[in-house]
């Protein structure tokens, strides 16, 4: 068991890019620190239990935490907003669809109200690139604010503005949109290219086309196309 002397923090993250930047991070930090990292839903409490950390940073994850847990422990999330503008779902996809080509990530205290805490930290972020790369560079930066946070221990400042909301995308969203310039589908594509992502598609005389990728080239757009049949494989 760890150490419950506030030297002890859990890190949860369900991508399969987080596990390695955790690594990453933790050799960086002091010995005298004790950092955990969980990646599945039904770990975190009873980790949680079993060492009592000091904070808890949640760098992607999709699942509902419990009050109970974000009442009995200081929870952080990373949200890709300049909250509250952007509170809800699929931030990214959202901000590409809006034209953003910057964002700012957002270090929250996690309450009963989605991305409605108060804030200890906020970084620029850049939306360049696929939704991988995105995802990827988000990580890294939110192991470098939760570094700040464990070392300075700021007091969330609460939230202050108008609130823009955004919905959560459904995967029948993904379908690639019948018109649109170079950039406009470029980005469609792109904005759905990361692993365990509905990614962009069209479907053609029953065979499913998922595109990724993406290049803009002399004026024209190329991406990688996977095609699926429906029943393909399948048992007899």
């Not at 950039?183 to 469609?188: K, N």
């Not at 992502?197 to 086309?209: K, N, Q, S, T």
């Not at 757009?221 to 048992?235: I, S, Y």
Request: charged letters at 25%; hydrophobic letters at 40%.
């Amino acid at each position: 068991m760890a150490a419950t002397d506030g030297s002890t923090h859990v890190v949860a993250g369900s991508r399969p890019w987080n596990r390695p930047a955790f690594d990453r991070f933790r050799a960086t930090r002091p010995p005298g620190e004790h950092w955990e990292f969980v990646a599945a839903p039904g770990e975190l409490e009873p980790r949680l239990r079993a060492v009592d950390p000091r904070y808890v940073f949640f760098l992607h994850w999709s699942s509902i935490v419990p009050a109970r847990v974000t009442d009995r422990w200081e929870c952080v999330c990373f949200h890709m907003t300049d909250v509250p503008y952007g509170r809800g779902g699929s931030p990214l996809q959202n901000l590409i669809l809006r034209g953003h080509r910057e964002t700012v990530l957002t270090a929250l205290r996690m309450t009963d109200e989605l991305d409605a805490g108060p804030v200890y930290d906020k970084r620029p972020l850049s939306l360049a690139g696929t939704a991988q790369a995105v995802y990827e560079r988000a990580t890294e930066l939110s192991l470098a604010m939760a570094a700040g946070i464990v070392d300075a221990q700021p007091e969330p400042v609460p939230q202050e503005g108008p609130v823009t909301r955004f919905a959560r995308r459904t995967p029948a969203e993904s379908r690639l949109p019948s018109e649109g310039t170079v950039d406009d589908l470029y980005d469609f594509i792109r904005m759905l290219d990361a692993d365990g992502y509905p990614r962009a598609f069209v479907e053609h005389g029953g065979v499913r086309l998922e595109l990724g990728d993406a290049r803009r080239v002399d004026g024209h757009l190329e991406a990688r196309v996977m095609l699926t049949v429906p029943g393909d494989g399948a048992a007899p």
